[in-house]
């Protein structure tokens, strides 16, 4: 007895310590063939999962509840969001969708996992150690292109020493680290952080990223906050990824 309560006691206080991560999962209409085989996906094989959230637009309600009826999912709406797709374009709404998304949400954990509906897990991946750092992935070497805008939105930003990239189909976001980023632009530039992030586009350079944005400001500030991690994957339409 003195035995099992010493284990049951060490287990207890592992899953105490263990870090929840959330999953909010931007959606379009166009993309919803793919969500029920990833919402299982990453249900089934991520670890140390909490909430999972689908956003999207709310034209699509109907249709959204009934494809993920019996997925334990939560479902929020774009039109939560300060700007819509007239006012900053088809090509920056989805970067700005994934960056506000902790101004629209509440309650959600400290780290948390966006992803994109075309992508399926098939085996156990997780996504912070079990220290609490954020684990990334690099996609190899980056071209830069994205630099100029992140130049002029964010005050003496840096690139990363590595030189990698960072584009793939999921991030996972500190939510702490999104609000400072906010703070420090909006600080900057005097007005919202959509609206800067417009205003930051350079015509010469048009390229943008929002992923490489957070990914190298992590990196530059929170340079012991993170590691780094490896995974095999091919890109078929779906994405298959497994560790």
């Known amino acids: 007895m003195i035995g099992l309560s010493f284990w049951s006691i060490l287990l207890s206080s592992a899953l105490m310590f263990a870090e929840v991560i959330d999953v909010v999962i931007p959606c379009c209409p166009r993309e919803f063939p793919l969500l029920r085989e990833c919402v299982r996906g990453i249900r089934d094989n991520g670890i140390d999962i909490g909430r999972i959230i689908v956003v999207t637009e709310r034209a699509s309600s109907c249709e959204i509840r009934r494809l993920t009826k019996k997925l334990d999912v939560e479902i929020f709406f774009e039109e939560l969001l300060p700007f819509t ?26 780290h948390v996992l966006i992803l994109n509906p075309n992508t399926i897990f098939f085996s156990p991946y997780r996504f912070v150690t079990e220290g609490g750092k954020t684990l990334f992935m690099s996609t190899g070497s980056d071209d830069g292109g994205w630099f100029f805008h992140a130049q002029r939105l964010i005050p003496h930003f840096r690139e ?5 990239s960072s584009i793939h189909n999921f991030m996972v976001f500190r939510r702490d680290v999104i609000e400072k980023l ?7 530039h005097r007005m919202p952080f959509w609206r800067a992030y417009i205003y930051s586009v350079d015509s010469r350079y048009i390229f943008t990223s929002e992923w490489e944005i957070y990914f190298n400001y992590f990196l530059i500030r929170y340079p012991r906050e993170f590691c780094w991690q490896t995974f095999l994957w091919e890109d078929r339409g779906w994405v298959c990824l497994d560790r």
């Open 85 to 110: 797709l007239e006012e900053v374009g088809h090509r920056l709404y989805r970067q700005l969708l994934n960056l506000y998304l902790f101004r629209i949400i509440p309650d959600l954990t400290k």
């Open 182 to 188: 906010f703070c420090e632009v909006e600080t900057f």
């Open 160 to 164: 990363n020493p590595f030189g990698f």
